[in-house]
């Protein structure tokens, strides 16, 4: 039986909560095997003058042991 493991990551993005949430999981796809499921824990934005500067997505990223 696999055993699973979730990570934490947060991503950004200046174009949208879509891009960030790619960009998360492209970096994911770098350094993790084997992925699962990505969940969406959270969206966020930062803020610069009263507009939003940055999109920001907090992700769980599930994927199987080796």
């Given at each position: 039986?696999?055993?699973?493991?979730?990570?934490?990551?947060?991503?950004t993005?200046?174009?949208?909560?879509?891009?960030?949430?790619?960009?998360?999981l492209n970096?994911?796809?770098?350094?993790?095997?084997?992925?699962?499921?990505?969940?969406?824990?959270?969206?966020?934005?930062?803020?610069?003058?009263?507009?939003?500067?940055?999109?920001?997505?907090?992700?769980?990223?599930r994927f199987?042991?080796?």
């Amino acid at each position: 039986m696999p055993v699973e493991r979730v990570t934490r990551i947060t991503a950004t993005s200046v174009k949208g909560f879509e891009e960030a949430l790619q960009e998360g999981l492209n970096r994911a796809n770098k350094t993790l095997r084997n992925l699962l499921r990505i969940d969406v824990v959270s969206q966020g934005a930062r803020l610069k003058n009263g507009k939003i500067s940055e999109y920001e997505v907090t992700l769980d990223i599930r994927f199987i042991l080796e």
